[in-house]
């Protein structure tokens, strides 16, 4: 069976990612129309994709799974890792005593309960002794009855997560009323328009940017800007190294390194460099969410136009979010940077093929399993295929950011 899944990233006050809510449908006839809520939980917790996918998907961050009335009665959580996830009560369950005892029993066992859209009834009450997270939606609360929530919560230690967060103003507001996590889309854009000015590595990457965009490689000019920094030799290194890239060669040299990459994995190796410098200071979730949309934007673009360069689906992917790492105007910067105006034109929103792909991506982000299944008929590709290449997507992703970008822990 193939596991259907999004990801939805829950950050914490410093704008880290401190946990992933995973979204999930089952099987190609059921991805999409409406299912038995229960059906599909139950499903995929008996799946061995899950059981042995859920690190793939979430890296070291926990991850929160709704549960329906029956997966809890017959105690599904507990197939899975009490470290690794936390359990989130859907707000529509029936509640009455044989839940509430089935849910304590749960939490005794050592899962975290969370309970999801909190909405003030009465049936939560007997919950709130053995619950660990609540989640309030800001659009279904008024405001002004939220303070009162937090005080009364965080005097029971439990933790709040505020959902629906989709400004820096909603963040700020809440952050300063004490919630602990925020859930939304505020991360993806840019808190004010102003200019972060590009130091000497910043200019390197633009130069080697310029390279790579080229189309012919100049592999000893490439070399010749590589090897004055020994900091790019090395993540160069650490890149080759990486499984998905090299299982068997040892390298000897720069210039071997170069050429065993090949033109195709040397231009994405630029163009992840000079975004990770351009993100410098911002959280790291934007840059995981810019490798997934650049390996899943890659993989459709090129499914689709076979004999076009796949760094077209690439780029438009890695570049996405490149207005929220700098916090200027999307239009503003790729006037700035050496791409095709293709890839121009798709990050400024112009209809077309890579655009739609990007919006593809931002389907999965968001679980809007309607708008995948568009795309599939559209351009006639399995709904099953776009699912497996996002997987493959957060996967590359993983291990690019572990390989090639994430060395501060060594």
């Not at 499903?43 to 042995?52: E, M, V, Y």
């Amino acid at each position: 069976m193939f596991a259907y899944v999004a990801r939805q990233p829950i950050f914490d006050v410093n704008r880290e990612v401190y946990a992933y809510e995973l979204l999930f449908r089952i099987g190609e006839e059921n991805c999409f129309p409406d299912i038995p809520p229960d059906e599909a939980t139950s499903k995929i917790l008996t799946s061995t994709h899950l059981s042995l996918g859920i690190e793939e998907i979430t890296g070291d961050k926990k991850a929160f799974i709704n549960f329906h009335r029956d997966t809890l009665m017959f105690r599904f959580p507990t197939s899975l890792d009490a470290s690794k996830v936390v359990i989130e009560v859907v707000e529509t369950v029936e509640v009455d005593d044989a839940l509430v005892a089935a849910c304590k029993h749960i939490r005794g066992l050592g899962y975290p309960i969370a309970l999801d859209d909190y909405d003030m009834k009465g049936k939560w009450e007997d919950f709130i002794p053995f619950t660990s997270v609540v989640k309030i939606d800001i659009t279904e609360i008024p405001h002004d009855k939220i303070p009162a929530l937090v005080e009364r919560f965080k005097s029971k230690k439990i933790k709040l997560v505020a959902e629906r967060i989709e400004t820096y103003e909603e963040f700020r507001k809440f952050k300063e009323m004490g919630f602990d996590y925020f859930q939304g889309y505020f991360l993806a854009r840019p808190e004010i328009v102003r200019h972060r000015k590009l130091g000497p590595s910043s200019l390197t990457m633009m130069q080697l940017m310029t390279l790579s965009s080229q189309s012919k490689l100049n592999f000893d000019e490439v070399n010749k800007i590589i090897e004055r920094d020994p900091s790019l030799t090395y993540l160069l290194l650490r890149f080759i190294n990486n499984p998905l890239v090299n299982k068997r060669h040892k390298i000897t040299s720069l210039k071997h390194a170069l050429t065993f990459m090949g033109e195709l994995e040397v231009k994405k190796f630029i163009s992840l460099l000079a975004l990770a410098n351009l993100n410098d200071g911002q959280p790291t979730e934007l840059m995981q969410m810019a490798l997934v949309r650049a390996k899943f934007c890659e993989l459709v673009y090129t499914k689709i136009h076979s004999n076009d360069d796949p760094m077209t689906g690439f780029l438009t992917g890695l570049l996405s979010l490149l207005d929220a790492m700098m916090e200027q105007s999307i239009e503003d910067l790729v006037s700035k940077v050496p791409i095709s105006d293709e890839v121009k034109d798709a990050l400024c929103g112009k209809p077309g093929l890579l655009r739609n792909c990007l919006t593809l991506s931002q389907y999965f982000e968001r679980a809007k399993w309607a708008g995948i299944q568009q795309f599939a008929n559209k351009y006639e590709i399995k709904q099953s295929l776009l699912h497996s290449y996002y997987n493959e997507a957060i996967k590359w992703a993983k291990h690019m950011h572990n390989a090639a970008l994430n060395d501060n822990n060594e």
